[in-house]
């Protein structure tokens, strides 16, 4: 029995693997064991919760492959040329806690071009879209990019630009900050204390009350955020237009194209939105002409804030409705920014997605 | 069988255990000599005790190998990912108290809550182009409380032991660590954060879901249950 659901499993991901080469990528090969640093500098420690990382005496830490994406961002980086395409079909592992399998199958496909970015988001939903029909599953799709450009956007420091733009893929955090800047919750009262204090005695005599400087945080960098807090402090808070604009945009949720309309409204009163509302009417052309319907297409500009953290532009998911036993069946999307962590300053523009097969046979059993 | 009862092989945890057991009218009492892990339970007939390491008893609940065991519920939620369907709380014995907190230097004036250490390590990943580390024993309570909190550009450094000296070596710019009254982190010049308590830890008495419960280990729950006013089953 297990042996036969493998072999069906292998079936189906060696049907989307051929499905992929057919339309252009080339098969790439990586390896199983990677070296930590990179996915625990890119990811953080959330990945360590996720993946298996191992200890050896000379390569020091390493980790099962959690995904495909970074070792072949690296491979196209040190070797490709654009545009490329290139699709995958191996095992990743992760820690599960709802008593999933730890091993499983993904296949996928990676598109590098930046001369069309619409046309390759488009060309890579059709894609997965085509592949994936006549199962019985639900699409959503998102873009990241739009929240991204609400955010800078804003009339406000560029600080608090950062602070929000670090903590797009945190709601939790995002809206702590957004109250805050907002002036809907006031500062923490140690802060306001702080601030007094140092108005009253100075920053440097208030550090140096502290007691003894230790570890490798210098008093300098102490004293930096000090005048950060101050500017902060003093800065306007951010209106309640634009709060409010920031929560309208969040909560867009509606056919791709009603989705568009609705953008286009907002971006007359906040100009910010104008580009991304462009980019999102090019790639509903796009996927128009590869006969994706946009009018009944369901669009979320919250859709995979906090699933796909290192996702900045278009995203999609394919999941399997009443199945909540199951995961995310097949899920994508443009991660330029990974490519720009990767490429320390150098980067490309990137979109893919990946399939699982295991999801996929589970879903056909299911409607068998 | 018998039911297995699980206390701490040795030091104050045990001791205080087996006060709680004598202020319910239960003898619970070591055997042979002093460096000999054995002992018996008068009082409640059917029942074998176990002398393991305090740090042992969490995987001894999962697997197990023991009915009950008395050990911190810091232990518990660090060693068993969704431990509610592994053990049972039976009773939090109102001692051994500790708290897991997150401290900083003293002399980090800017960092007071949460929200500033994420700030800070914002800033420290900037300068110093790796992540604020963060020195714990506690893995998991620590990174799921900083995933709930939002809190980005850190990591977690492993430290079984010593760790409010971290700092001081430069092998860690902040910890989370177990404190009961927060002298050893005041003396190494050390500042819980104001919202930086991730867990308020106790000895608690647990019950395992993985243990057969059997007649004669029914019915033994049944004597401490009547001794101690626990319910008429373990779960």
């Known amino acids: 029995m297990k042996n036969d659901r493998r072999a069906r499993i292998k079936e189906v991901a060696d049907r989307l693997s051929a499905g992929f080469v057919s339309a252009g990528a080339l098969p790439v090969e990586t390896d199983s064991l990677l070296p930590a640093d990179v996915l625990l500098d890119l990811y953080g420690e959330d990945i360590r919760a996720r993946a298996y990382v191992t200890h050896d005496p000379l390569q020091g830490e390493q980790m099962l492959r959690p995904d495909f994406t970074v070792p072949i961002v690296q491979r196209h980086m040190s070797e490709g040329a654009e545009p490329a395409r290139y699709t995958y079909n191996g095992n990743v592992w992760r820690k599960q806690s709802g008593g999933r399998p730890a091993e499983f199958t993904q296949v996928g496909y990676e598109l590098f071009d930046r001369t069309d970015p619409a046309g390759a988001d488009a060309e890579v939903f059709a894609m997965f879209s085509g592949m994936l029909a006549g199962y019985p599953l639900k699409v959503t799709t998102g873009d990241m990019g739009i929240l991204l450009a609400a955010v800078d956007g804003l009339k406000t420091t560029d600080r608090r630009r950062a602070a929000l733009r670090r903590h797009v893929w945190r709601p939790v955090r995002f809206v702590r900050l957004l109250e805050r800047y907002g002036g809907m919750t006031p500062p923490p009262e140690t802060r306001t204390a702080l601030l007094a204090q140092v108005a009253e005695r100075g920053a440097e005599t208030v550090l140096e009350q502290a007691g003894t400087p230790q570890g490798l945080r210098s008093e300098q960098?102490?004293?930096?955020?000090?005048?950060?807090?101050?500017?902060?402090?003093?800065?306007?808070?951010?209106?309640?237009?634009?709060?409010?604009?920031?929560?309208?945009?969040?909560?867009?949720?509606?056919?791709?194209?009603?989705?568009?309309?609705?953008?286009?409204?907002?971006?007359?009163?906040?100009?910010?939105?104008?580009?991304?509302?462009?980019?999102?009417?090019?790639?509903?052309?796009?996927?128009?002409?590869?006969?994706?319907?946009?009018d009944t297409l369901p669009f979320e500009v919250s859709f995979g804030r906090t699933s796909m953290e290192y996702y900045d532009g278009f995203v999609f998911g394919f999941t399997a409705p009443d199945r909540t036993d199951l995961p995310v069946v097949a899920s994508g999307g443009r991660y330029d920014a990974l490519t720009r962590v990767l490429g320390q300053g150098r980067s490309i523009a990137a979109v893919g997605g990946v399939i699982r097969p295991e999801a996929l046979v589970a879903v056909q059993e299911g409607a068998l | 069988m018998s039911l297995k009862l699980g206390i701490p092989s040795k030091g104050r945890l045990q001791d205080k255990t087996i006060d709680?057991?004598?202020?319910?009218?239960?003898?619970?009492?070591?055997?042979?000599?002093?460096?000999?892990?054995?002992?018996?339970?008068?009082?409640?007939?059917?029942?074998?005790?176990?002398?393991?390491?305090?740090?042992?008893?969490?995987?001894?609940?999962?697997?197990?190998?023991?009915?009950?065991?008395?050990?911190?519920?810091?232990?518990?939620?660090?060693?068993?990912?969704?431990?509610?369907?592994?053990?049972?709380?039976?009773?939090?014995?109102?001692?051994?108290?500790?708290?897991?907190?997150?401290?900083?230097?003293?002399?980090?004036?800017?960092?007071?809550?949460?929200?500033?250490?994420?700030?800070?390590?914002?800033?420290?990943?900037?300068?110093?182009?790796?992540?604020?580390?963060?020195?714990?024993?506690?893995?998991?309570?620590?990174?799921?409380?900083?995933?709930?909190?939002?809190?980005?550009?850190?990591?977690?450094?492993?430290?079984?032991?010593?760790?409010?000296?971290?700092?001081?070596?430069?092998?860690?710019?902040?910890?989370?660590?177990?404190?009961?009254?927060?002298?050893?982190?005041?003396?190494?010049?050390?500042?819980?954060?104001?919202?930086?308590?991730?867990?308020?830890?106790?000895a608690t008495m647990f019950a395992s879901k993985a243990a057969e419960w059997d007649a004669a280990a029914l019915s033994a729950w049944g004597g401490f249950a009547k001794n101690c006013g626990w319910a008429e089953k373990p779960f």
Not at chain 1, 241 to 269: C, I
Request: proline letters at 2%.
């Open chain 2, 20 to 202: 709680w057991f004598a202020q319910h009218g239960i003898t619970v009492q070591r055997t042979g000599s002093d460096r000999e892990y054995a002992g018996q339970v008068l009082g409640v007939d059917n029942v074998e005790l176990v002398l393991l390491s305090a740090g042992e008893i969490p995987k001894e609940l999962a697997a197990g190998r023991i009915h009950l065991g008395v050990t911190g519920t810091d232990l518990v939620r660090e060693k068993m990912p969704r431990w509610s369907d592994i053990v049972a709380e039976v009773e939090l014995l109102g001692f051994g108290h500790a708290d897991l907190v997150i401290a900083v230097p003293d002399c980090w004036v800017d960092v007071t809550t949460v929200d500033d250490l994420d700030a800070a390590a914002a800033q420290f990943r900037a300068d110093h182009g790796f992540r604020l580390r963060i020195a714990t024993k506690y893995h998991g309570l620590v990174r799921r409380y900083l995933s709930g909190e939002g809190v980005a550009d850190y990591q977690l450094v492993d430290s079984q032991g010593a760790t409010e000296g971290t700092v001081k070596n430069l092998t860690a710019e902040a910890i989370a660590d177990i404190t009961s009254t927060g002298d050893t982190l005041r003396a190494n010049g050390l500042r819980i954060l104001s919202d930086g308590l991730i867990l308020k830890s106790q």
């Open chain 1, 221 to 294: 960098e102490v004293l930096a955020r000090i005048a950060v807090l101050q500017q902060d402090c003093a800065a306007a808070p951010v209106s309640a237009e634009e709060v409010q604009m920031l929560e309208q945009v969040l909560a867009l949720k509606d056919t791709s194209s009603a989705a568009l309309e609705t953008l286009r409204d907002m971006a007359a009163s906040f100009p910010a939105l104008k580009a991304p509302a462009d980019a999102m009417e090019d790639r509903l052309k796009a996927m128009a002409a590869r006969r994706v319907d946009v």
